[in-house]
């Protein structure tokens, strides 16, 4: 395990659920992300939190909607999700000023 | 131009092969250059982690970067079958409050025994 721990690994949705995603990091860790990564597509970043403060949102549809209450916890909420949305959600944390970012093993989202 | 370029291969070697994965990047800002490697239905894992130019070793790995060129490489020696992912480079500006990693598409590996 990396210290970055992933609930739920594999996750089925119709378009009009809610769910969420959450993600726990056991580093030390000030800085936490999600990513999405897509079939032969770069990772792209969605959101950064760091000290609990986001600090980066990239053009992210509202449908999805993160929460961090404190360093340690992370959460993406999904609601009415297109099938376009089905891809590898990863969660990565890193300390602050460092860059190298530790990954979590992701949720696989199907969105049907 | 896209910031990082990666050829997304497929490269397919015999075991005990030398590998050399490259990407080339746009940002003349970047300053930190990781490597991650990705097995299938896995999270990435950071393999090496420079910081500007010059090489870094860690066993059979070696990673390199020429900021003059934008251009960064990681060679794997004695490649085994374990070796066989995608490997994605990411590279940062990095310092204060620039936490934004760009990554490569990733290049599969598959090393044959």
């Known amino acids: 395990e990396t210290g970055v721990t992933q609930t739920p690994r594999h996750l089925v949705m119709g378009m009009t659920n809610k769910k969420s995603l959450k993600c726990e990091q056991h580093l030390g860790h000030n800085a936490m992300y999600w990513y999405k990564q897509s079939a032969k597509k770069p990772l792209e970043l969605m959101f950064v939190?760091?000290?609990?403060?986001?600090?980066e949102n990239n053009s992210v549809p509202s449908r999805f909607s993160p929460e961090c209450p404190n360093s340690s916890h992370l959460f993406l909420h999904l609601h009415t999700l297109q099938p376009e949305d089905s891809a590898l959600y990863l969660c990565a944390s890193s300390r602050g000023a460092r860059t190298e970012a530790f990954f979590g093993q992701g949720t696989r989202l199907t969105v049907v | 131009q896209k910031e990082v370029e990666q050829d997304p291969g497929p490269l397919s070697v015999p075991e005990g092969a030398i590998v050399s994965l490259n990407c080339t990047y746009s940002?003349?800002?970047?300053?930190?250059f990781m490597w991650y490697r990705q097995y299938s239905r896995k999270g990435p894992e950071l393999l090496m982690y420079t910081y500007s130019s010059g090489n870094k070793e860690d066993g059979r790995f070696t990673a390199q970067v020429d900021k003059s060129s934008k251009y960064i490489s990681l060679f794997i020696r004695d490649s085994q079958p374990s070796d066989s992912a995608t490997y994605l480079c990411?590279?940062?500006?990095?310092?204060?409050?620039?936490?934004?990693?760009?990554f490569g598409k990733g290049t599969l590996l598959t090393v044959n025994p």
């Open positions: 940002n003349s800002a970047f300053q930190y």
């Open positions: 990411a590279m940062s500006a990095g310092g204060g409050s620039n936490y934004k990693l760009t």
């Open positions: 939190y760091s000290l609990e403060e986001r600090v």
